[in-house]
Nanobody, 117 residues
Framework: QVQLVESGGGLVQPGGSLRLSCAAS????????MGWYRQAPGKQRELVAT???????NYADFVKGRFTISRDNDKNTVYLHVNSLKPDDTAIYYC???????????WGQGTQVTVSS
């Protein structure tokens, strides 16, 4: 059974940083494209960043060099380093695992990030 467990969220002041982690189990992690999405109150879920099996990152425009996605296939974990946080970054951040050939698209339960002074 596929399980994605996010951690690392919390309350941080504007300008602060966090490292979000997503530990995967029940899948052959290395053959899945991984991603982070977020959903703020009253808004639709949106893409933050993805990383392919070949470790190629892709970022939403609003990231603007502040966030970095990475993966460790030995630990079955994907990370999102978030820096220079703004109040607009407040949202639930969700981990995603996708393999189109297998027809799988899996989600974690999310981790709350709140940016406030």
């Amino acid at each position: 059974q596929v399980q994605l467990v996010e951690s690392g969220g919390g309350l941080v002041q504007p300008g602060g940083s966090l490292r979000l982690s997503c530990a995967a189990s029940g899948i052959r992690f290395s053959i899945y494209a991984m991603g982070w999405y977020r959903q703020a109150p009253g808004k639709q879920r949106e893409l933050v960043a993805t990383i392919t099996t070949g470790v190629t990152p892709n970022y939403a425009d609003f990231v603007k060099g502040r966030f970095t996605i990475s993966r460790d296939n030995d630990k079955n974990t994907v990370y999102l380093h978030v820096n220079s946080l703004k109040p607009d970054d407040t949202a639930i951040y969700y981990c995603n695992a996708r393999n189109e050939r297998l027809g799988q698209n899996c989600w974690g339960q999310g981790t709350q990030v709140t940016v406030s002074s």
